[in-house]
T-cell receptor, first 110, second 113 residues
């Protein structure tokens, strides 16, 4: 069965610091992988996706993610966090049906 | 280009009642999916519609049903509401089938008392 694990429920980083959000997945074949962001009171917005090819993918708002098949991971990174990045981040796997992780809430300290 | 819009934004129902939630897809998108997001959890797939036909369904009972109309707007209907149905219901449209690239609305927050 497909599943996604986001080990960190909450993460707090200082503005300007680097960020890494962890995601591990279980999937029977080559996965389609996604990161979505949800700001309070808003729907989810696609940050980036991995279908195939280069394992380092670039997304919007300066985010990137690296697919590591050997570790079944798809971690999200950003070199310098801005206060506006505070939100909840969801990793997801699938195509027709997306399976989401439980989310990681990012807090940014000024 | 208009985004995905959902209505109502909030509603309160009592156990046993029925509810209809509505969604207007992003312009040009012929696929719509519905997700349930309980508090503190990630969204869970309910079903997907493509060209007015159900194209896939998650682990939800038959009292969760849907419709997609020729203009690609959509409805989610839930009968015999239970307390556990309290959640944020998210509609998402996509331009292509089975790519996972979804454009989400802001959701309808359902509270069942």
């Amino acid at each position: 069965a497909q599943s996604v694990t986001q080990p960190d429920i909450h993460i707090t980083v200082s503005e300007g610091a680097s960020l890494e959000l962890r995601c591990n997945y279980s999937y029977g074949a080559t996965p389609y992988l996604f990161w979505y962001v949800q700001s309070p009171g808003q729907g989810l917005q696609l940050l980036l996706k991995y279908f195939s090819g280069d394992t380092l993918v670039q997304g919007i708002k300066g985010f990137e993610a690296e697919f590591k098949r050997s570790q079944s991971s798809f971690n999200l990174r950003k070199p310098s966090v801005h206060w506006s990045d505070a939100a909840e981040y969801f990793c997801a796997v699938g195509a027709l049906k997306l399976v989401f992780g439980a989310g990681t809430i990012l807090r940014v300290k000024s | 280009e208009t985004g995905v819009t959902q209505s109502p934004t909030h509603l309160i129902k009592t156990r046993g009642q029925q509810v209809t939630l509505r969604c207007s897809s992003q312009s040009g998108h012929n696929t719509v999916s519905w997700y349930q997001q309980a508090l503190g959890q990630g969204p869970q797939f309910i079903f997907q519609y493509y060209r007015e036909e159900e194209n896939g369904r998650g682990n939800f009972p038959p009292r969760f049903s849907g419709l997609q109309f020729p203009n690609y707007s959509s409805e989610l209907n839930v009968n015999a509401l239970e307390l556990d149905d309290s959640a944020l219901y998210l509609c998402a449209s996509s331009l292509e089938l089975n790519t996972g690239e979804l454009f989400f609305g802001e959701g309808s927050r359902l509270t069942v008392l």
